[in-house]
């Protein structure tokens, strides 16, 4: 029979919605009395204390306890030393009835307080010695055996033996939920005429939600015989209530009629199942089978409970432990990379020097930072146009939420392309500002499920679920998921992130208070221009002036020498004043606003070749000017006065030879316009290249070539502010070649 | 009678220099010399020390920037907004063409500057083309011409 998926669902939420805690009936491998405390009068029973005790059960009803019980002040008395908080059913021991065909025989008592009513259960006594003395050294024992290196997959398994040796099952196992809610079977126990069933998954449909509950709040539950029959309560309604009787916690709830098929699809008559709560949440089960009905004496099932405890208890500890260790590796090598970028100063930059620490620590294949336009992967990513994608994508997204995805198939639908090289992606965004994020990849991992038969249930026409027949292996290759990233990898994330903002914070806080410095010291450089442009002004002008004066006043009075001197003086004060001059404009260069336009170079070429003319008219000059040159988009008056400095310097500095070539010419490079003077004068010695471009840097003496070393400072200072760079080559005799180059402006 | 031409100069080199450049451009007018801000507007406005002085305003006023106790900025504001004093040219008179005052000099209705070059033949040229533009041709209404002589332009 085929399902459409709405049936099964349908069916699946009927199944849950069964209200499984109020079945109206017991099974019958002991009786039930439900107690009015306050009146001590039994008000409910079940109707099976016909078979027990021979009792009608209206005859019951209304009856004083101490016309039931014998000795009904030690039974009082025991009652109320009965825990408060305690829901579960609660030994107080055995007990006589008064009436009936058992009379006197001893019977276990059970009790529990609940749905505002005292539920005491009954079943045949046991040997009570024969208990203590078997199950107290077998539980000593399993105990005992517990330390700390055991694996939890060790201690499922000796936990299974014990719980097969306690109870004589003929298969017991242990099966861990996922965190879909399937069950795969990690611990197994069996007699030789059982199937084994070790590593099988339980698809989470098997254990409906509300099951679930019950499993949480009542850790044990027993059906002796899948074959039995119910045994309703009379009457059929909690008196107290007027509702039915709700027997969560009760050891002889009956079950769900869909649970006994299912148990008879397994050839299982028999059954038992143990909670393991860890941190409140159903971790797993202990299941119990056996082909045949079993009885489970009370204190066989005592046993297994406190098993489970402890079970679940060491459980808890083990992962809690193996977390906290994770979490140091974790936050050591977190620690690591922060060191790295402390060190550096720079987020990406620290990351670089680390890769493997960055890749391990949360076990990716790849990774990858994007800051800004900068992409550094490592390992194994996507192509780097998916990668930017991808942070586009996530730019989208809450900026303070980690995002992980352990199949981006299925959760970025808009990024098909990137399922094909990863299936797992961790990203976090790493800047407040920025789309800035470092994202993990890992890759597809395909996964053969052992399914406990084909997990399809069936449903009957009646719109309700019937369980599968068959627990063959049925395996199922699950495709698109890679290694599904832990809440841990996510903390761990989470952590970075919180580490890498505050120095991205921190640098930014350094960055604004560095501003401000340099602001102030800013401004006092616009004041020290002002003043030098005042004060050391005047007196050059004064010198010059008077020194031209007196030539003009007294010059016929002087000697060569003294004409000579004269001259000098104001030779030297002009010269002075052009440096003031020089330097002043300078000091502007870095201050004033950049007007961005197109520029034609040919034509700022050819200006300044035509205002330069009179510097080497007299003189052999070849121009080499590739034609055409770049229009860059800069600062026209700027780059003008760059281009001025750099030619004038080839026309200078070629001044001896003949004839002189100056060449000007460009290529693109990385995104760059780097544009070439070349000339084939004097050149320079590249051991001072480094000082080339410094202010008050001369390479030759003032008789060679006069100047006042600012030309090349501006040069850079232009450039610079053009987010470009400069550099020259040259070699002492064989002519120089400077090179600039600007970004490409959109 | 021509007018006369104001020049107003604390420094005593500059003012010599000057003076020998006006000396030079052979004008005729006669040169009245105020050492600051304060005095030259006594002057303009005949008080004080100038308070007996004939009537009439200058031909043209050759104004230093920076000056003791009443700066060049000031007095040309208090020309601009006396009705009597507004027409006379102003020709501001700097240090450095970097100087952010010329601005504010610009703002106030100068009608021209001259940045004293270091180079004194350079200095002559600029004042007597300056003097003999305001000087002789005088009347123009103020703030209708701004001419601004660089040195080596």
């Given at each position: 029979m085929t399902l459409s998926d709405d049936a099964l669902k349908g069916a699946i939420e009927h199944c849950a919605r069964e209200p499984i805690q109020i079945p109206g009936s017991i099974q019958p491998q002991g009786f039930l009395l439900v107690v009015d405390e306050a009146a001590s009068t039994v008000i409910q029973v079940s109707a099976n204390v016909r078979d027990w005790l021979g009792l009608d059960p209206q005859a019951l009803i209304g009856a004083s306890l101490s016309s039931v019980f014998a000795e009904p002040e030690r039974l009082l008395q025991r009652l109320d030393a009965l825990?408060?908080?305690?829901?579960n059913p609660f030994h107080i021991g055995e007990v006589r009835f008064l009436p009936g065909s058992s009379a006197g025989q001893p019977m276990t008592m059970m009790v529990h307080r609940h749905d505002q009513v005292l539920i005491a259960e009954f079943e045949p006594a046991g040997d009570m010695s024969g208990a203590y003395g078997n199950v107290y050294p077998l539980m000593r024992g399993f105990i005992s055996q517990?330390?700390?290196?055991?694996?939890i997959e060790a201690l499922c398994q000796r936990s299974v033996a014990e719980v097969k040796r306690i109870t004589g099952f003929g298969r017991v196992k242990a099966y861990h939920f996922d965190a879909d809610g399937n069950g795969l079977v990690s611990a197994e126990a069996l007699d030789e005429d059982y199937e084994s069933l070790l590593g099988l998954s339980f698809p989470a449909s098997d254990v409906p939600a509300q099951a679930r509950a019950l499993y949480l709040a009542n850790r044990i539950r027993v059906i002796e015989n899948a074959n039995y029959q119910p045994s309703p309560l009379v009457p059929g309604n909690n008196p107290m209530t007027g509702?039915?009787?709700?027997?969560?916690?009760?050891?002889?709830r009956s079950v769900s009629p869909v649970h006994l098929q299912y148990m008879r699809n397994m050839q299982t008559l028999a059954s038992m199942s143990i909670s393991i709560v860890v941190r409140g949440q159903l971790w797993g089960l202990i299941s119990c089978h056996h082909a045949t009905p079993r009885r489970v004496t009370f204190q066989s099932r005592t046993a297994c409970e406190l098993l489970g405890s402890v079970l679940s208890l060491q459980i808890e500890s083990k992962e809690a432990h193996a977390a906290n260790q994770r979490m140091l590796s974790l936050r050591r090598q977190i620690v690591q990379m922060l060191a790295a970028m402390a060190d550096l100063d720079s987020v990406t930059g620290g990351l670089r020097t680390m890769p493997e620490v960055l890749l391990g620590f949360v076990g990716a294949t790849g990774a990858a930072v994007i800051s800004g336009a900068s992409v550094d992967v490592y390992g194994e990513t996507p192509e780097r146009e998916q990668i930017v994608k991808l942070a586009d994508w996530l730019s989208g997204r809450d900026p303070h939420e980690v995002f992980r995805s352990d199949n981006i198939s299925r959760d970025i639908p808009e990024l098909p392309l990137l399922a094909s090289s990863v299936s797992g992606v961790l990203a976090t965004a790493i800047s407040e500002l920025h789309s800035n994020f470092i994202i993990w990849f890992r890759p597809e991992q395909t996964r053969v499920v052992n399914w406990a038969g084909k997990p399809e249930k069936s449903v009957s026409p009646s719109g309700s679920l019937s369980p599968r027949n068959s627990f063959a292996l049925w395996e199922e290759t699950v495709r698109g998921f890679s290694r599904p990233w832990d809440d841990m990898d996510c903390e761990a994330v989470i952590e970075l992130r919180a580490a890498v903002l505050g120095i991205v914070l921190r640098k930014a806080e350094e960055m604004a208070a560095l501003a401000d410095e340099l602001k102030k010291s800013n401004k006092e450089l616009e004041a020290f221009s002002y003043s030098v442009s005042h004060d050391l002004r005047a007196p050059l002008r004064h010198i010059a002036g008077y020194a031209e004066l007196l030539s003009d006043i007294e010059g016929s009075k002087l000697s060569d020498r003294g004409v000579r001197f004269l001259e000098n003086i104001s030779e030297s004060a002009r010269f002075a004043g052009t440096l003031v001059d020089n330097l002043l404009s300078f000091s502007q260069m870095g201050r004033s606003a950049m007007r961005f336009s197109d520029v034609d170079l040919n034509a700022m070429v050819e200006s300044i070749r035509r205002e330069m003319l009179p510097d080497y008219e007299s003189r052999t000059l070849e121009w080499k000017v590739s034609q055409p040159l770049p229009v860059v988009i800069a600062d026209a008056a700027f780059l003008h006065l760059a281009m001025r400095n750099l030619l004038s310097n080839a026309i200078k500095y070629t001044r001896n030879e003949n004839p002189a070539v100056i060449e000007v010419g460009s290529y693109e490079e990385d995104g760059k316009v780097v544009v070439y003077i070349r000339d084939n004068g004097v050149g320079f010695d590249m051991a001072y290249a480094g000082k080339l471009f410094g202010v008050f840097q001369r390479l030759h003496r003032m008789e060679e070539f006069e100047g006042t070393g600012i030309g090349l400072a501006s040069v850079r200072r232009i450039i610079e502010r053009h987010d470009g760079t400069v550099w020259a080559h040259s070699q002492l005799g064989h002519g120089a070649t400077f090179y600039f180059a600007l970004p490409k402006r959109g | 009678m021509l007018k006369p031409i104001l020049l107003v100069e604390d420094n005593p080199n500059d003012l010599e220099l000057t003076l020998v450049a006006l000396e030079r451009s052979q004008l005729a007018n006669e040169v009245i010399v105020l050492r600051d801000g304060a005095e030259a507007l006594d002057y303009l406005l005949r008080r004080?020390?100038?308070?007996?002085?004939?009537?009439g305003n200058p031909a043209v006023m050759l104004l230093d920037l920076k000056l003791p106790k009443v700066d060049g900025l000031e007095v040309l504001k208090v020309i601009r907004e006396t009705e009597e004093l507004r027409s006379i040219p102003v020709v501001m008179l700097t240090s450095s063409r970097e100087e952010p005052d010329l601005n504010r000099a610009y703002s106030l209705g100068v009608n021209a500057y001259v940045v004293k070059p270091v180079e004194f033949k350079e200095f002559v040229s600029a004042i007597s083309d300056l003097g003999v533009f305001w000087a002789v041709?005088?009347?123009?209404?103020?703030?209708s011409l701004r001419l601004a002589r660089r040195p080596g332009s």
């Amino acid at each position: 029979m085929t399902l459409s998926d709405d049936a099964l669902k349908g069916a699946i939420e009927h199944c849950a919605r069964e209200p499984i805690q109020i079945p109206g009936s017991i099974q019958p491998q002991g009786f039930l009395l439900v107690v009015d405390e306050a009146a001590s009068t039994v008000i409910q029973v079940s109707a099976n204390v016909r078979d027990w005790l021979g009792l009608d059960p209206q005859a019951l009803i209304g009856a004083s306890l101490s016309s039931v019980f014998a000795e009904p002040e030690r039974l009082l008395q025991r009652l109320d030393a009965l825990p408060d908080e305690e829901q579960n059913p609660f030994h107080i021991g055995e007990v006589r009835f008064l009436p009936g065909s058992s009379a006197g025989q001893p019977m276990t008592m059970m009790v529990h307080r609940h749905d505002q009513v005292l539920i005491a259960e009954f079943e045949p006594a046991g040997d009570m010695s024969g208990a203590y003395g078997n199950v107290y050294p077998l539980m000593r024992g399993f105990i005992s055996q517990m330390n700390v290196e055991e694996s939890i997959e060790a201690l499922c398994q000796r936990s299974v033996a014990e719980v097969k040796r306690i109870t004589g099952f003929g298969r017991v196992k242990a099966y861990h939920f996922d965190a879909d809610g399937n069950g795969l079977v990690s611990a197994e126990a069996l007699d030789e005429d059982y199937e084994s069933l070790l590593g099988l998954s339980f698809p989470a449909s098997d254990v409906p939600a509300q099951a679930r509950a019950l499993y949480l709040a009542n850790r044990i539950r027993v059906i002796e015989n899948a074959n039995y029959q119910p045994s309703p309560l009379v009457p059929g309604n909690n008196p107290m209530t007027g509702a039915p009787l709700d027997l969560t916690f009760a050891t002889l709830r009956s079950v769900s009629p869909v649970h006994l098929q299912y148990m008879r699809n397994m050839q299982t008559l028999a059954s038992m199942s143990i909670s393991i709560v860890v941190r409140g949440q159903l971790w797993g089960l202990i299941s119990c089978h056996h082909a045949t009905p079993r009885r489970v004496t009370f204190q066989s099932r005592t046993a297994c409970e406190l098993l489970g405890s402890v079970l679940s208890l060491q459980i808890e500890s083990k992962e809690a432990h193996a977390a906290n260790q994770r979490m140091l590796s974790l936050r050591r090598q977190i620690v690591q990379m922060l060191a790295a970028m402390a060190d550096l100063d720079s987020v990406t930059g620290g990351l670089r020097t680390m890769p493997e620490v960055l890749l391990g620590f949360v076990g990716a294949t790849g990774a990858a930072v994007i800051s800004g336009a900068s992409v550094d992967v490592y390992g194994e990513t996507p192509e780097r146009e998916q990668i930017v994608k991808l942070a586009d994508w996530l730019s989208g997204r809450d900026p303070h939420e980690v995002f992980r995805s352990d199949n981006i198939s299925r959760d970025i639908p808009e990024l098909p392309l990137l399922a094909s090289s990863v299936s797992g992606v961790l990203a976090t965004a790493i800047s407040e500002l920025h789309s800035n994020f470092i994202i993990w990849f890992r890759p597809e991992q395909t996964r053969v499920v052992n399914w406990a038969g084909k997990p399809e249930k069936s449903v009957s026409p009646s719109g309700s679920l019937s369980p599968r027949n068959s627990f063959a292996l049925w395996e199922e290759t699950v495709r698109g998921f890679s290694r599904p990233w832990d809440d841990m990898d996510c903390e761990a994330v989470i952590e970075l992130r919180a580490a890498v903002l505050g120095i991205v914070l921190r640098k930014a806080e350094e960055m604004a208070a560095l501003a401000d410095e340099l602001k102030k010291s800013n401004k006092e450089l616009e004041a020290f221009s002002y003043s030098v442009s005042h004060d050391l002004r005047a007196p050059l002008r004064h010198i010059a002036g008077y020194a031209e004066l007196l030539s003009d006043i007294e010059g016929s009075k002087l000697s060569d020498r003294g004409v000579r001197f004269l001259e000098n003086i104001s030779e030297s004060a002009r010269f002075a004043g052009t440096l003031v001059d020089n330097l002043l404009s300078f000091s502007q260069m870095g201050r004033s606003a950049m007007r961005f336009s197109d520029v034609d170079l040919n034509a700022m070429v050819e200006s300044i070749r035509r205002e330069m003319l009179p510097d080497y008219e007299s003189r052999t000059l070849e121009w080499k000017v590739s034609q055409p040159l770049p229009v860059v988009i800069a600062d026209a008056a700027f780059l003008h006065l760059a281009m001025r400095n750099l030619l004038s310097n080839a026309i200078k500095y070629t001044r001896n030879e003949n004839p002189a070539v100056i060449e000007v010419g460009s290529y693109e490079e990385d995104g760059k316009v780097v544009v070439y003077i070349r000339d084939n004068g004097v050149g320079f010695d590249m051991a001072y290249a480094g000082k080339l471009f410094g202010v008050f840097q001369r390479l030759h003496r003032m008789e060679e070539f006069e100047g006042t070393g600012i030309g090349l400072a501006s040069v850079r200072r232009i450039i610079e502010r053009h987010d470009g760079t400069v550099w020259a080559h040259s070699q002492l005799g064989h002519g120089a070649t400077f090179y600039f180059a600007l970004p490409k402006r959109g | 009678m021509l007018k006369p031409i104001l020049l107003v100069e604390d420094n005593p080199n500059d003012l010599e220099l000057t003076l020998v450049a006006l000396e030079r451009s052979q004008l005729a007018n006669e040169v009245i010399v105020l050492r600051d801000g304060a005095e030259a507007l006594d002057y303009l406005l005949r008080r004080n020390h100038h308070h007996d002085r004939v009537a009439g305003n200058p031909a043209v006023m050759l104004l230093d920037l920076k000056l003791p106790k009443v700066d060049g900025l000031e007095v040309l504001k208090v020309i601009r907004e006396t009705e009597e004093l507004r027409s006379i040219p102003v020709v501001m008179l700097t240090s450095s063409r970097e100087e952010p005052d010329l601005n504010r000099a610009y703002s106030l209705g100068v009608n021209a500057y001259v940045v004293k070059p270091v180079e004194f033949k350079e200095f002559v040229s600029a004042i007597s083309d300056l003097g003999v533009f305001w000087a002789v041709l005088n009347e123009p209404p103020p703030g209708s011409l701004r001419l601004a002589r660089r040195p080596g332009s």
